[in-house]
C-alpha cells in the first residue's frame, strides 16, 4: 500500500468517525426535555457537544451562541443541571468529584511539585513573567508532555495551542518529543495550532475549539499570550472598560471549557513595570484583577543564572506560597543540574 492510499483509508476512517461521533452527541443532546431536532443540531453547530457545558453556561450567553430563544435557553440549562447535580452537594461529594482532576508533568519534578503534582485539569494556570522567562518553553514543553500516557505524567490526549504571539516552533518540538521516547512527527500530528491575529478571532478560535474537544482528544489548550491582543488593540484609559469586559468573558469561556471537558488550560501573560513602584516589585502581571480572581493557579517566571529559571507560586486555592528552580534546555523543561 502506498503511503497516499494509506492516507485516504486514514481519512475515511476520521470521516466515518466523526460521523458516528456527531450522531451520538446529537442523541444524547435530544435526550434533554424540550430539546428537538432543530435545537440539538442548533447547539451541536455552536459546539455544545456535552450536557455538562451546556449546564455550567448561563442563558444569555447559550441564546446569544446558538441564536435559540433566551427563555428556551434557560429552561435547557436548568434541565441539564439537574441532569448532572450541579446544584447543592456536600464537602464530601466534592472531594469525590476532585479525584477525577488529573495533572500534566511540566518535565521539571521542582516546578511539578511546586503545582501540587503538575498542571491540574479543570482549571487555569497562568505563568507570567518579562521575555525570557521560559513562558513558551514551558508551554512547548506541555504540549509534549501532554501526549504522555498517564503513568508517565501526561493525558495521552492532543494539544490545541493558541498561538497569538507568532513564538511556537514545531522545530523546538522535535527535541523534546525525543527526550521523553515520543515519536516527533506522531507528537507533531497531536499538537493542533491556531494563530490568532485579534482578540475577536483569538476569542472566537476558543468558542470553535468546543466541538473538537472531544472529537479530537483534546486534553490541553495553551493559550500564549493571553493578553497580547487586548493589550495592543485597547490603548489608552478610555478603552480600558471594554478592554477588561472582553478578557473577562474569554476567560470565562476557557474556565468553562477546562470544567465542562476535564482538560488543563494553560496561558501566558506579559507584564508591565510601574516606576512609581517604591516598595516590591515595580513589575505586574497584565490584565487587573479580572484576570487574576479567574485563573485557578498563578505562577510568576523571572531569569536566574544562565539557564536557570525561578518559579514562584504567587496564587493557589490550596497550596501555599513557594519557589522552584527549573532550567530550560534543548530537549524542554526539566530540573536543574546539581553543580559539584
Not at 482578540?199 to 472529537?215: C, F, G, S
Not at 487574576?292 to 529559571?309: F, Y
Not at 486555592?317 to 534546555?329: D, H, K, N, R, T
Request: aromatic share 6%; net charge neutral; proline share 3%.
Amino acid at each position: 500500500m502506498s503511503k497516499i492510499e494509506g492516507r485516504k483509508k486514514g481519512i475515511d476512517r476520521d470521516v466515518n468517525a466523526e460521523k458516528s461521533w456527531r450522531q451520538q452527541v446529537l442523541r444524547e443532546i435530544s435526550s434533554l426535555p424540550g430539546v428537538g431536532k432543530t435545537i440539538a443540531l442548533k447547539l451541536f453547530d455552536a459546539g455544545y457537544v456535552s450536557i455538562k457545558l451546556i449546564a455550567v453556561t448561563s442563558p444569555r450567553v447559550l441564546a446569544e451562541e446558538t441564536g435559540i430563544g433566551e427563555r428556551t435557553a434557560e429552561k435547557i440549562v436548568n434541565v441539564a443541571r439537574e441532569i448532572i447535580g450541579l446544584e447543592f452537594t456536600t464537602a464530601r461529594d466534592f472531594l469525590d468529584k476532585r479525584k477525577h482532576v488529573k495533572h500534566i508533568t511540566t518535565g521539571s519534578h521542582s516546578l511539578d511539585e511546586l503545582l501540587g503534582g503538575g498542571i491540574e485539569t479543570q482549571g487555569i494556570t497562568e505563568f507570567y513573567g518579562e521575555y525570557r522567562t521560559g513562558k513558551t518553553q514551558i508551554c512547548h514543553t506541555l504540549a509534549v508532555t501532554v501526549q504522555l500516557p498517564e503513568d508517565k505524567g501526561g493525558l495521552g490526549a492532543r494539544a490545541l495551542y493558541v498561538d497569538t504571539e507568532g513564538t511556537f516552533r514545531p522545530e523546538r518540538i522535535v527535541p523534546i518529543a525525543k527526550r521523553f521516547g515520543l515519536d516527533p512527527d506522531k507528537v507533531l500530528e497531536n499538537i493542533i495550532v491556531a494563530r490568532a491575529f485579534s482578540t475577536d478571532h483569538q476569542m472566537e478560535i476558543v468558542r470553535r475549539a468546543k466541538k473538537y474537544i472531544p472529537l479530537k482528544n483534546i486534553g490541553l489548550i495553551v493559550v500564549d499570550s493571553l493578553t497580547n491582543h487586548f493589550r495592543a488593540e485597547y490603548v489608552g484609559i478610555d478603552t480600558l472598560a471594554v478592554r477588561q469586559q472582553k478578557l473577562n468573558i474569554h476567560i470565562h469561556d476557557l474556565q468553562r471549557i477546562a470544567f465542562a471537558f476535564n482538560v488543563a488550560v494553560v496561558v501566558t501573560n506579559q507584564v508591565v513595570t510601574n516606576p512609581a513602584t517604591f516598595y516590591g516589585s515595580p513589575i505586574s502581571a497584565i490584565g487587573g484583577h479580572i484576570l487574576a480572581h479567574n485563573v485557578t493557579t498563578r505562577v510568576s517566571l523571572r531569569k536566574g543564572k544562565g539557564t536557570k529559571r525561578i518559579a514562584k507560586l504567587e496564587d493557589s486555592p490550596y497550596l501555599p506560597e513557594s519557589e522552584a528552580v527549573f532550567e530550560i534546555g534543548d530537549d524542554g523543561i526539566k530540573d536543574t543540574e546539581i553543580e559539584e
